[in-house]
């Protein structure tokens, strides 16, 4: 990683941390979208950055709002994410930078999928345990799964504050998988030299948490209409910037 990647990393991983402390998600598919765009980093290394960037954010943005965790909720899709971890040692294909774009602009195309549709609530258990072996699955190959996360959350009852601080332990889970299935592929590829150095990762864990907290100070503020209102568009705008990349658009 050149000196110049790691600062762009580093600004965005402060952004992306602001985003998604307000949204809960949106700010975890700009930061892949911007790491698999810099020529220095490979699509493993670049799951792997993420995902330690993501992991502190997500980590901290739970434990600023901990008292608002749905921990049932959790503790039934930690079970679904178990069989998505088994169903992962099966596969061997691995996406290129194009793919990811594709897959990730795919993805938030989600958010416009009729609730009426729809019968999913994350609070319910057979819902919350497959939301958890989709996501995690989904997470690990394409780094990001904050939409199809969102649908299991699209008609329940929680707050805007609930449903961040769940779904921030979930992806904390999710995002400390991808780094250890990445990791191994990623050292027998490229060598112990393909990590980012260890100043980095001391830069970037404090930037990762005073985003989180600047973001959690706006969604303080933020009511439940206006919430799931600009969460829709946010995800609609970065995925359609995924889908023209993949495109060779730009």
């Not at 402390?21 to 700009?30: L, S």
């Not at 992991?55 to 679904?80: D, F, K, Q």
């Not at 400390?176 to 970037?204: H, N, T, Y």
């Amino acid at each position: 990683m050149t000196p110049t990647a790691a600062i762009i990393i580093l600004a965005t991983s402060a952004f992306t941390a602001f985003l998604s402390g307000i949204f809960g998600m949106a700010g975890g598919m700009v930061l892949m979208g911007v790491l698999i765009a810099l020529p220095s980093v490979s699509v493993a290394s670049a799951m792997v950055i993420h995902g330690a960037l993501q992991l502190v954010a997500n980590g901290w943005r739970a434990y600023l709002i901990r008292g608002e965790i749905a921990w049932r909720v959790v503790a039934r899709y930690t079970g679904g994410a178990l069989l998505g971890i088994a169903g992962l040692l099966a596969v061997t294909w691995v996406p290129d930078k194009r793919q990811v774009y594709l897959i990730l602009g795919l993805v938030a195309l989600l958010v416009w999928i009729p609730r009426a549709r729809l019968n999913l609530d994350i609070q319910r258990a057979g819902d919350a345990f497959s939301a958890g072996a989709l996501v995690q699955g989904l997470n690990t190959i394409a780094g990001v799964a904050g939409p199809v996360l969102d649908v299991f959350f699209i008609n329940t009852a929680m707050t805007p504050q609930q449903i961040v601080a769940t779904k921030s332990i979930t992806q904390a889970l999710s995002h400390l998988v991808k780094i250890g299935f990445w990791s191994v592929p990623l050292i027998l590829a490229e060598g112990a030299s393909a990590f980012p150095p260890a100043w980095f990762f001391l830069a970037a864990i404090p930037i990762a948490m005073a985003g989180t907290w600047a973001g959690g100070r706006v969604l303080a503020r933020v009511s439940a209409v206006n919430f799931r209102a600009w969460t829709r568009w946010l995800v609609t705008v970065i995925g359609a910037a995924m889908l023209a990349r993949a495109a060779g658009v730009y």
